[in-house]
């Protein structure tokens, strides 16, 4: 190779070192903050579209290091997007509202007065962040709180909202000549929000009074068709524009479908063939519908496409690992994956599904004791007479109960090492799931939840929640040694040091 040659290769060697660290750079906003006038004790930057398994969730929220009521960090950026300042201070809770893009470079002054926060901007993208007088959340419990049964009151009070912040964007956008993706962004929010928030209170109402809202349901549900027609559930501008409203939205819409399309039918049988028929066809008597994973699946399919269906795809992963809704999972993961070989998600989410499925294939140990006979034990005093001998820890629960399986989740293997090797068992009543045996066993090979096990009959389980005074599940209570009961100190979300500290007082 000649000098000149040589030349030629090491310039476009470091042609590259340089177009690689700009592209690198071009995808970084750096934000630089500091609060005036209060002692600041948190920072952080939520993003309302950043979708990740339950054991990465803290990245859709970036903690910030706070020293001397001073904050800076540098986040990663794709596309424009909404995203949430929050702040602590000692006197309460603040947020503001930002929008970012690549190469922004903010720094903002932060002030508070009136228990407002007050906000001047310098830098580059400074005029789409200055101080935006919008709620990105509406306090909504006096709307709640009223329960009137028409959608009228509600509906006004949600417009005025949404005028009141329309107004507020227009202006903004009239005095400080924002981006159009900042443009795009908030008036599509705006929208949304209304829509979203009225779907909220009308979900309110129709579990909150559900025979008044059964009387008046038409005129609920035109007011959101109306809405809809106008703001469509499918929006690819909203989805490419990140809108948290939007986002919001779809997530909720599936849940609200799925509800409608089980509760509604008067023929559950034509309900089944609709929905599960291919499924029926390839698997016959043995195929047993799958309300939860399956069947969000195939609303996402028939109501999504693109973008959009990949994004809800990975709504459904998040939701279901944090709820251990693991049936006909792996299935859907894998044809996913297959389907769609280039998603986004699938970095994200492949070692946590793994996980996931690795731990529905453990096997039972012989500390995971199941009662026999079950069918002839109705009473509290019977289980009772089988297990006592032991400071027992009784959890009613359920494997249809997702506050059961979290609680499960976060402190069963702290608890039990915390007592290992003192006299301390456990007994796991499920209940309201006589038909659900093999799913029962599943989550208890999956949790290794060691202990005694029952699958409650509805008069065992009657008979303890009357004795325990349980009102819910999960429901908590100790067993004595010698077979009397203590009501339990801490229910749902339970705090862990109290019981330990319950249990540690019996032991003594």
């Known amino acids: 190779m000649s000098n000149r040659q040589r030349g030629i290769h090491y310039f476009l060697f470091f042609l590259q070192i340089i177009v690689a660290s700009t592209i690198a750079a071009q995808h970084n906003v750096k934000i630089n903050g500091k609060l005036e006038n209060e002692t600041l004790k948190y920072a952080s930057i939520e993003f309302t579209g950043r979708i990740y398994p339950p054991d990465d969730a803290a990245k859709a929220e970036q903690i910030i290091t706070v020293k001397n009521n001073r904050f800076s960090t540098s986040i990663e950026i794709d596309e424009p997007e909404i995203a949430i300042l929050y702040l602590e201070t000692e006197n309460g809770f603040f947020s503001q509202p930002l929008f970012l893009a690549k190469d922004y470079q903010l720094n903002l002054k932060l002030t508070i007065q009136n228990n407002q926060l007050l906000l001047e901007t310098t830098g580059i993208g400074a005029n789409d962040n200055r101080r935006l007088d919008v709620e990105t959340d509406h306090e909504l419990k006096p709307i709640v709180d009223r329960l009137d049964p028409l959608p009228d009151s509600a509906y006004l009070d949600l417009r005025k909202f949404f005028i009141k912040d329309s107004i507020a964007i227009e202006n903004y956008i009239q005095k400080y000549q924002p981006s159009e993706a900042f443009r795009i962004a908030w008036r599509l929010q705006c929208r949304y929000s209304f ?275 349980g009102t819910g599940y999960p429901t908590y209570a100790i067993i004595r040694p010698d077979g009397s009961i203590e009501l339990s100190k801490t229910q749902y979300p339970m705090k862990r040091e109290v019981l330990i500290q319950q249990i540690e007082e019996l032991l003594k």
């Open 195 to 469: 829509i979203y928030e009225y779907i909220l209170i009308n979900e309110n109402r129709r579990t909150r009074i559900p025979s008044a809202y059964v009387e008046n349901k038409n005129q609920w549900k035109q007011i959101k068709y109306d809405l809809l027609r106008d703001n469509p559930i499918v929006n690819e501008k909203a989805f490419k524009a990140k809108v948290p409203a939007y986002l919001n939205l779809i997530e909720r819409f599936i849940p609200i479908v799925k509800d409608s399309i089980q509760n509604e039918r008067t023929d559950p049988i034509a309900f089944v063939n609709e929905w599960f028929g291919e499924e029926i066809k390839k698997e016959g008597k043995s195929f047993r519908p799958d309300s939860k994973n399956l069947l969000t699946k195939k609303i996402i399919d028939r109501l999504f496409t693109g973008a959009i269906r990949d994004y809800l795809y990975a709504v459904l992963f998040k939701n279901a690992l944090a709820e251990i809704e693991m049936t006909n999972l792996e299935n859907i993961y894998k044809a996913y994956a297959s389907k769609y070989p280039d998603s986004k998600y699938l970095p994200i989410f492949d070692r946590s599904m793994q996980d996931f499925f690795d731990r529905t294939t453990r096997r039972f140990t012989p500390a995971m004791k199941f009662i026999e006979g079950r069918d002839t034990i109705h009473t509290f005093k019977q289980l009772i007479q089988l297990v006592k001998g032991k400071t027992i820890l009784l959890d009613m629960w359920g494997t249809w109960c997702g506050p059961c399986r979290s609680d499960i989740s976060k402190h069963s293997a702290i608890i039990k090492a915390h007592f290992k090797n003192k006299p301390v068992d456990y007994l796991y009543v499920a209940n309201l799931e006589e038909e659900n045996e093999k799913g029962w066993k599943e989550l208890i090979s999956f949790y290794q939840m060691e202990g005694y096990h029952i699958l409650a009959s509805a008069a065992l389980t009657k008979d303890i929640m009357t004795i325990v005074k």
